[in-house]
């Protein structure tokens, strides 16, 4: 996994900084936004997290076999 960036449509790829989450009828997606594209992303209610740190797991031994 590389570290995340916004997924605002037609921007230049740049860091994500918030997680915004919605609860559509088809079941929960959540995306990656920066501060500034995750104010008016959607008129739909949805859940905005900070996006604090990444993390990228290394794989034990078990799972590299």
């Known amino acids: 996994m590389k570290k995340p960036t916004c997924e605002r449509k037609g921007t230049l790829p740049h860091p994500a900084t918030n997680t915004l989450t919605w609860d559509l009828p088809s ?4 995306k990656f936004f920066c501060d500034d594209h995750s104010e008016d992303v959607s008129p739909q209610p949805y859940r905005v997290s900070k996006l604090i ?12 076999t």
Do not use: A, I, L, P
């Open 53 to 64: 740190g990444y993390y990228q797991r290394k794989k034990s031994v078990r799972e590299d």
């Open 27 to 30: 079941g929960r997606v959540t």
